[in-house]
């Protein structure tokens, strides 16, 4: 039985000033589950006009050499990446409510574009076999996040998305709200060994769920 998603409530989803030309699809624009429908959609969308990069990227960590993990990155219409990442009802949205929640509604993201990869890899085969970025696209430290964080959280303004955990944590990064031009989600799987089958993960991301909880960035 599929579990039922919540959104935050708008009254905890404050958005400042400056955000009020995108305040309708922030708060209470589409539920949950018609974003992920939306994100398979322009997902598919892509992989057919050959527009979602892949890459087998190896760890540069040391010690960690022969790691190896996905890449890709899915671009998205400008009102649904907005939804996803800065709406009340989206990715960060679901972190609020809980990290298990968040943890949940990651793993729908990507299994909602599994598919797209996997069109996505026919047409632009990589050196290893399809099987290496399944498995490292369902390992469990998989996720999504904004493509090019850095200058897209950089350039966003400041103390726009408030909600009140947030603020109480003294969050900077996480009250931002990033629409950057490209629009584009960023794909990272699970680091594998192939050699071991041992997994990896670095050690300040093993908190990532309570991070984006209690701040809204990681």
């Given at each position: 039985m599929a579990r039922l998603m919540r959104v935050v409530p708008a009254d905890l989803w404050r958005l400042s000033a400056d955000l009020n030309d995108r305040r309708g699809r922030l708060v209470d624009g589409i539920r949950p589950e018609e974003l992920l429908h939306c994100v398979a959609a322009e997902a598919h969308e892509a992989a057919e006009n050959r527009s979602i990069p892949l890459c087998w990227q190896e760890s540069t960590d040391d010690g960690r050499e022969?790691?190896?993990?996905?890449?890709?990155?899915?671009?998205?219409?400008?009102?649904?990446?907005?939804?996803?990442?800065?709406?009340?009802?989206?990715?960060?949205?679901?972190?609020?409510?809980?990290?298990?929640e968040g943890i949940l509604y990651n793993r729908d993201v990507l299994e909602a574009i599994a598919p797209s990869i996997e069109v996505s890899y026919w047409v632009q085969r990589l050196r290893v076999p399809f099987e290496f970025l399944q498995r490292s696209l369902t390992g469990p430290h998989a996720k999504i996040w904004v493509f090019n964080e850095k200058p897209a959280f950089d350039l966003a303004a400041p103390d726009t998305l408030n909600p009140p955990r947030w603020l109480e944590n003294n969050a900077s990064r996480g009250r931002k709200a990033p629409l950057p031009g490209h629009l584009m989600l960023d794909l990272k799987g699970c680091f594998i060994n192939f050699s071991t089958d041992d997994l990896y993960v670095h050690e300040y991301k093993l908190d990532r769920a309570t991070d984006l909880f209690l701040k809204g960035y990681t």
């Open positions: 022969g790691y190896f993990r996905l890449s890709a990155q899915v671009p998205l219409k400008e009102s649904t990446f907005d939804q996803l990442f800065n709406g009340n009802s989206g990715y960060r949205a679901q972190y609020y409510l809980s990290p298990e």
